[in-house]
């Protein structure tokens, strides 16, 4: 979200629901063209993250969620830490994830960058599997029936569908609204409906396919209000109400405010986290030596077809 922005909801649909989806799926798209062209071997993480960001807040959208920025094993919730120096790799395979949101209405879309050269099958099983997914879309599937096209193709080109990770329905503020799309045929399945938004991601993995929490964690969320005598702990967690109370956030956005005061904020948010009042989001990732390839866009469920937001 944007700092400062009032959050309002109302129990009537939105006549303008459909164009601030598509708003938020503009700038999220060009948002992440524009982070694909910053990866480059010797870029500094930190920098394109900040960079891709500012450009979001000032093309008019705010933040749905920290820029992803994964890299090899790594499928998702990886976002520098505040003047992180890690820098890209010439061999890295790496995810970037953007998400935006108009008005509350949300843009969610990632892509891969190969910059070895060497895995454009490994690329291409994520794009054609979205690609095919998106192309029986319409109101009246069953999600089951994406995620077999997703599976099935991803298997296709040999790798693995990777099975804990998946789409998610979109509502206003609300990233993971709801109904779930798994990258693997489940018989767990719901039926679409005109008007869904729904971000369809697979993933493609060389690994088992299956990712897991590791100790790496930059990405959290607001969860409530705690009790607490540490003075720094209750200004960030203001902090954090007053400004990110509906969708994740970086801790880097949060430390700004806190430059001199590095450890007791560090302490303030393990203390926060300990009491719940937060919730940390770990980077996710397959085997040690696998690669792992996104693609994500975010769709409106028409009567015949969808409409793609985030081109």
Same mark, same amino acid.
């Given at each position: 979200?944007?700092?400062?922005?009032e959050?309002? +909801?109302?129990?009537?649909?939105?006549?303008?629901?459909?164009?601030?989806? /598509?708003?938020?799926?503009?700038?999220?798209?060009?948002?992440?063209?524009?982070?694909? %062209?910053l990866?480059?071997?010797?870029?500094?993480?930190?920098?394109?993250?900040?960079?891709?960001?500012?450009?979001?807040?000032?093309?008019?959208?705010g933040?749905?969620?920290?820029?992803?920025?994964?890299?090899?094993?790594?499928?998702?919730?990886?976002?520098?830490?505040l003047?992180?120096?890690?820098?890209?790799?010439?061999?890295?395979?790496?995810?970037?994830?953007? =998400?935006?949101?108009?008005?509350?209405?949300?843009?969610?879309?990632?892509?891969?960058?190969?910059?070895?050269?060497?895995?454009?099958?490994?690329?291409?099983a994520?794009?054609?599997?979205?690609?095919?997914?998106?192309?029986?879309?319409?109101?009246?599937?069953? %999600?089951?029936?994406?995620? #077999?096209?997703?599976?099935?193709?991803?298997?296709?080109? =040999?790798?693995?569908?990777?099975?804990?990770?998946?789409?998610?329905?979109l509502?206003?503020?609300?990233?993971?609204?709801?109904?779930?799309?798994?990258?693997?045929?489940?018989?767990?399945?719901?039926?679409?409906?005109?008007?869904?938004?729904?971000?369809?991601?697979?993933?493609?993995?060389?690994?088992? =396919?299956?990712? #897991?929490? =590791?100790?790496?964690?930059?990405?959290? %969320?607001?969860?409530?209000?705690?009790?607490?005598?540490?003075?720094?702990?209750?200004?960030?967690?203001?902090?954090?109400?007053?400004?990110? %109370?509906?969708?994740p956030?970086?801790?880097? +956005?949060?430390a700004?405010?806190?430059?001199?005061?590095?450890?007791?904020?560090?302490?303030?948010?393990?203390?926060? /986290?300990? /009491?719940?009042?937060?919730?940390?989001?770990?980077?996710?990732?397959?085997?040690?030596?696998?690669?792992?390839?996104? #693609?994500?866009?975010?769709?409106?469920?028409?009567?015949?077809?969808c409409?793609?937001?985030?081109?």
């Open positions: 979200m944007k700092e400062d922005e959050v309002e +909801w109302s129990e009537e649909e939105d006549p303008h629901k459909i164009e601030n989806y /598509l708003k938020a799926g503009k700038v999220a798209g060009e948002a992440r063209k524009k982070a694909a %062209s990866v480059k071997p010797g870029k500094n993480v930190f920098e394109l993250a900040e960079e891709v960001e500012a450009w979001i807040l000032k093309q008019g959208c933040w749905s969620f920290p820029v992803n920025i994964s890299i090899n094993n790594q499928a998702a919730h990886y976002t520098p830490k003047n992180d120096e890690l820098v890209f790799n010439e061999n890295d395979v790496v995810k970037v994830d953007v =998400g935006t949101h108009y008005n509350g209405y949300i843009g969610d879309t990632a892509e891969t960058v190969d910059l070895s050269g060497e895995n454009g099958k490994l690329v291409e994520s794009e054609m599997a979205l690609e095919n997914a998106l192309s029986i879309v319409k109101a009246g599937v069953g %999600s089951h029936e994406i995620s #077999r096209e997703i599976e099935k193709t991803i298997k296709s080109y =040999g790798f693995k569908s990777v099975e804990n990770l998946g789409g998610h329905m509502e206003q503020y609300e990233l993971h609204a709801g109904y779930y799309v798994p990258n693997v045929e489940s018989s767990d399945s719901w039926e679409l409906e005109e008007g869904f938004a729904i971000a369809i991601e697979p993933f493609a993995s060389t690994g088992r =396919g299956y990712v #897991r929490e =590791g100790t790496y964690t930059e990405i959290f %969320s607001y969860e409530g209000d705690v009790l607490t005598r540490n003075n720094v702990a209750r200004k960030v967690l203001e902090k954090i109400k007053n400004n990110f %109370s509906t969708m956030f970086a801790e880097r +956005w949060i700004k405010d806190f430059k001199g005061n590095e450890f007791q904020f560090k302490l303030a948010m393990r203390e926060l /986290l300990k /009491l719940g009042a937060i919730k940390g989001y770990p980077v996710l990732q397959d085997d040690k030596n696998s690669l792992v390839s996104q #693609r994500e866009n975010t769709i409106i469920v028409e009567k015949d077809s409409k793609i937001t985030t081109v």
